[in-house]
């Protein structure tokens, strides 16, 4: 059983940093391409970046093509999302997501993920 748990959530100041951390375990790693998504109550979840199998290529949103970092460790099993210049409309509960293959292309869709992690909050205050 595919399972993902999100760490390094928590509150920060505005203008700060946070590392986002994603542990994978029980599948192979290496195959998948890994996503992060956020999601506010109510709202329809909203990609943010996503980094293919090998770590070669990456994607990004708008809202964090300057500011957020994708990044896969493939010894650690683990996917990790850099957050820089952090402001209040950063604050959401953030999933990373794992892709299957055959993968999805550049996938930004949350419906192309096998697998999700339980999220992690992200508050930022002003």
């Known amino acids: 059983q595919v399972q993902l748990v999100e760490s390094g959530g928590g509150l920060v100041q505005t203008g700060g940093s946070l590392k986002l951390s994603c542990e994978v375990s029980?599948?192979?790693?290496?195959?998948?391409?890994m996503a992060w998504f956020r999601q506010a109550p109510g709202k329809d979840r909203e990609f943010v970046a996503r980094?293919?199998?090998?770590?070669?290529?990456?994607n990004y949103a708008d809202i964090g093509k300057s500011r957020f970092t994708i990044s896969r460790d493939q010894v650690k099993n683990s996917v990790y999302l850099q957050m820089n210049s952090l402001s209040p409309e950063d604050t959401y509960v953030y999933y990373c997501?794992?892709?299957?293959?055959?993968?999805?292309?550049?996938?930004?869709?949350?419906?192309?993920?096998?697998?999700w992690g339980q999220g992690t909050q992200v508050t930022v205050s002003s």
């Open positions: 980094i293919s199998w090998s770590g070669g290529r990456t």
């Open positions: 997501a794992a892709d299957s293959p055959p993968h999805s292309g550049d996938s930004t869709s949350p419906a192309t993920y096998d697998y």
């Open positions: 029980g599948g192979t790693f290496s195959r998948y391409a």
